[in-house]
């Protein structure tokens, strides 16, 4: 079928122990991986980012990317903005994330190289009607001309069902919390 490597967005709010085990585990398998923080608590996230060679994206604020030197921006559904194009004056990738088709082509006249698309499985955050599981994530891509990221749900017990979409990476939250390691 396709690659069983996926690329990993992993969001980070704090860092411990269990995180920084798992990201070491994710690393020890030659995975490609990204850390994607906001503004606030980010100082130990940055370095640990940095000593490990991981490249950072920040939510939504592209002065405080290029201030910390990271290689990217993510810019949320809420992030509606499309003034200056942000690929042309600084050499940040600028990742988007989407929740349907209007978004998507909002963040493609943000020039996003990669979006990321949510929620596939069932979270906390989202009721058990907005789910789009493979098969709506599926139609929903088929003609996006861009990478694109599954989001949302993923656990120990579904990762294996994101190789039935068309994702080429998976963004993780509450996986890499988790003290059970983070298998592809």
Known sequence: MKNNKLDYYIFIEELNEIVIQNIIN?????????????????????????????????IDSVKFAIKNNASGVLLTSKNKCLRNNIKEKTKLMVIG?????????????QNCTTIMLSPIFYNDKYSHHKILNQIKFNLITLSWKTKICALGGITYNNIML???????????KSLITKKKPVHN
């Open 162 to 172: 994101i190789n039935l979409t068309r994702s080429m990476s998976i963004g993780i």
């Open 97 to 109: 994330s989407a929740h349907n088709q209007l978004e998507y082509y909002q963040k493609m006249r």
């Open 26 to 58: 994710l690393k020890r398998k030659k995975l490609t991986l990204n850390i994607i923080i906001s503004i606030k608590n980010s100082h130990k996230i940055i370095k640990f980012a940095k000593a490990n060679r991981i490249p950072l994206f920040i």
